[in-house]
């Protein structure tokens, strides 16, 4: 969509200072704003607009000398939002079940259900209300999704696992793929049923690509009001406690156990078959290998505390420095004794 | 599924010590069954079940004081087995191809196929006997799948690859996507026609996102028995050799030679064009970057034995007291040079 | 396929010298080559393909003495070319709109586009000419896929973002799912509405399970020419440069802008709200956790220059060694103090 200045002018009531033909197609913020976009700024981020690389700036009425094309309004955090609903159309889309969808026998559907085209419910599942599939979910047999809860297009959930209420499962997210169980004889592996399930309690939001293992016996539970980023791992049988934050690409190994409010950063890693604190931080890139205690703030692999991690980083640098030292010593004192 | 404790010990044929009318609605093992769990116990684990969140503990006859709600029965393990049968009822689906999938031109299909809606076979494929396929599989032109393999909801096995028999791709695995290969001229990157195939040899078990780029030319190979994690990276024209594990989020970057029975740690590295050799454990996290002998137990990045990478992280946090020391010895030294 | 070599001969104008009745079932270069395969060989590569495990090798006249089974012929480059064609049939497909296909309300459709069954075109959606949507590709309303670009199955495009010309996204790629943003108020963590989008320039390859999160506000933009392995996650409202490569598995986190020509190795991590110049290579596993200049070569986590992380590295090794050394040290000082 484009619009000039001028008519975005007239949309939100305001006065153009400067070049009112200037065609505007994106709004942005202050720091990603680029040559076709429009931003705004209210104290204190307006010295910053003014090197900004928008076309034009909206502003309070009452700034001067400002050096760029400006917009001035009212209330220009107000007019912005209004602006950011007509260059971004809402999605309308009736609540109904597509006559291209599938929906096998024996399912339970909710008030209000949205299936939209090519999106498969498997026989036995249960749908809430409000629940929205896009397209090219799959919801397999016995499986429950609860109410108000969204699955993205090419989500999976697997047979018997069980979706929360107001859960957000994005697009190519599995939810209840096997577990990684094999047993070993004469160097063959053979694959160990994994013949439990996958249980996300309420308001737990899952990422794109995310793979939430079934447990091989019993359940893998995400807490109520966990939230995860993209790509990240969890294996079979984990319990992962309520709100905590996982940040992309982490794996947490099977068995592990982790308490409420514990955030990974991203790319972390853990062992399996153990019991991580609850109230704790984990910085980018931590790997976990035992038990941990609640309440810590931890860094690099192995893990240790993050203050620690900064000071062995400090002394890193200066290794080959420490390397010449040590030379040095040795030549005096080899002096004095010969 | 929810049945009373007297329910079950009707169903089993047992004898309950404490509350019948506890309403059980899930079955786990000891370590990780909640609250409205039934668990089971034999020895030598009767001790650990005494103190378990199970609401109840199915046992042998003949175990006295158990301070929780038991169940006892003759044969704890056969009655669990009997019980999780109810608690996860069988997946009955017919095998037969859906009217609402696609099976385009040329198409040889074996003996007691399973096509589930929405999934599609595209033209000249060959899909072997009792080979299932879930609901958005891709299989592409010319592409094989051979007997008794299971490709799951989303997963995608693009044009002139093979499966094996007796496989399993998990949901949303890609098997041939494009290798990552490019010429750079003048900073500008042009792609290199990625036309070789993938061969998934028999007995390969392939995880929920694993992307299995095709080969240049030739073919990308996973060998007989291999078993993948999920989110795992193998790179264009990586041989895999047989019975490997390759634990979650590692990559095997492009043209790399693995041998049999090789296990990869979660989120191990390495770089391309590089042999590595048969039955070896490389750590999680293992960055390996040259060539590597058979039969090793490696850690750390760049990888070294995993004695002398233990030795070395030892080392790495007595750093902060090896600059104290460094530091006092020169002052000594100093003093007697003064 | 599998022809002997003697028809193959007959294809390419050739003479065989040894076994005519060999069966050749692949084409492979002489490292890829096995038992049943077919290679080719020109200096320098004469003395290496001596020892491959080719079945047979395609020579040029005039090598002598060649220890395997031969097949000559003028131009084994050109010869090659052609049998790769016979050996990997191209792919037919009619460039039309498959009936089983779902194209929503208000589409723009191009000339010559390709939409195959179960892909869905939402409403509002913009599609280029020649445009081609595999099985299961999902474009979301109001998103746009500029001319020729290719969408492989399973991938989805998520509402209002904006694919360029001549972009290909391979499957099970996921373009604009929500980024990663909360508020958090008594350790409860609350959706930021995620109301920007993402833009694909022209000629962008975005690799098998990327990710690549709409923005907060604004876009997240990937430059022109910008090529992305499998498995890469980047954050909401990056600005990513033009022609850069991003090899597997790296995250670049949210805000980050990267300029022109930049390569990450992979499993690279980048921290948020941060500046990488431009015209730089940051080789495998670095992890870069500040703003960084223009025209740099890195490694290490956290990231310093190459030259300072192989020095780094070569002392680390030396750890043990200088743990003793320092020892030695205060033990012969000690002796001249007492």
């Not at 047993?183 to 160990?192: A, I, L, N, R, W």
């Not at 966990?226 to 934050?245: E, Q, R, S, W, Y």
């Amino acid at each position: 969509m484009k619009k000039t200045l001028q008519e975005i002018a007239a949309i939100v009531g305001g006065r153009v200072a400067g070049d009112e033909a200037i065609e505007i197609d994106g709004l942005d913020n202050i720091a990603g704003a680029g040559a076709g976009d429009l931003t705004f700024a209210v104290e204190p981020h307006i010295e910053e607009a003014k090197t900004c690389k928008a076309a034009a700036v909206m502003l309070p009425e009452g700034i001067e000398d400002f050096p760029k094309t400006a917009l001035y309004v009212d209330d220009p955090r107000a007019a912005f939002a209004k602006l950011l609903e007509i260059f971004t159309p809402k999605l309308e889309r009736p609540a109904e079940v597509s006559a291209k969808a599938h929906v096998g026998k024996d399912v339970k559907l909710g008030q209000n259900v949205t299936i939209m085209p090519f999106a498969m419910v498997d026989d036995h599942a249960v749908i809430g209300d409000n629940v929205v599939l896009y397209p090219h979910t799959y919801i397999g047999q016995y499986a429950e999704i609860g109410d108000d809860s969204v699955i993205y297009s090419n989500a999976t959930v697997r047979e018997h696992c069980r979706v929360g209420k107001r859960c957000v499962v994005h697009s190519s997210a599995v939810i209840g793929s096997d577990g990684f169980g094999f047993t070993t004889k004469d160097g063959v592996h053979t694959k160990v049923p994994q013949v439990g399930i996958v249980v996300l309690e309420d308001d737990v939001e899952i990422g794109a690509h995310d793979g939430i293992d079934r447990a091989a016996m019993g359940a893998t539970v995400i807490g109520k009001g966990t939230k995860i980023d993209n790509l990240v791992h969890i294996g079979h049988n984990c319990k992962i406690g309520a709100n905590c934050l996982i940040v992309a690409q982490t794996g947490i190994s099977g068995s592990t156990t982790v308490g409420h409010n514990v955030t990974f950063g991203g790319q972390v890693g853990t062992v399996g078959h153990i019991n991580i604190g609850a109230n704790s931080v984990y910085a980018a890139r931590s790997g976990i290998i035992g038990d941990m205690p609640e309440g810590v703030f931890c860094a690099g692999f192995p893990v240790q505390s993050h203050t620690e991690w900064l000071r062995m980083q400090a002394a890193m640098k200066k290794l080959p420095e420490m390397r010449k030292k040590i030379s040095q010593l040795e030549k005096k004192l080899a002096k004095y004794e010969g």
